[in-house]
Nanobody
Framework: QVQLVESGGGLVQAGDSLRLSCAAS????????MGWFRQAPGKEREIVSR????????FFGDSVKGRFTISRDNAKNTVYLQMDSLEPEDTAVYYC??????????????????WGQGTQVTFSS
């Protein structure tokens, strides 16, 4: 079956960088759009970024543009989220997800078929 396993979360401070990874198995990885979502306490889950199967098309939420980078290594079945200049508002559980929908159309949770369990990013004061 399909499995998505996130890693790389942790405790961060203002201006820190962190790289999240999501290792996928059980699917033809290069044919799937991969997305990163996050859910902060008391808030709805929101899409952070998504990337097309070949990596050539990427989208970012307004709150992370210029600070976060998404990439993928199809040889390793892994997608990454590089988070720079972290802010307290970035505190959330981060989830990766996979969909067969083209990246240009896959802007909502309902488009995604498979989800990981999430990794926590917590801001330390």
């Amino acid at each position: 079956q399909v499995q998505l396993v996130e890693s790389g979360g942790g405790l961060v401070q203002a201006g820190d960088s962190l790289r999240l990874s999501c290792a996928a198995s059980g699917l033809t990885f290069s044919t799937y759009t991969m997305g990163w979502f996050r859910q902060a306490p008391g808030k709805e889950r929101e899409i952070v970024s998504r990337i097309s199967g070949n990596g050539g098309t990427q989208f970012f939420g307004d709150s992370v543009k210029g600070r976060f980078t998404i990439s993928r290594d199809n040889a390793k079945n892994t997608v990454y989220l590089q988070m720079d200049s972290l802010e307290p508002e970035d505190t959330a559980v981060y989830y990766c997800a996979a969909t067969s929908v083209a990246a240009v159309l896959a802007g909502a949770q309902r488009h995604y078929n498979y989800w990981g369990q999430g990794t926590q990013v917590t801001f330390s004061s």
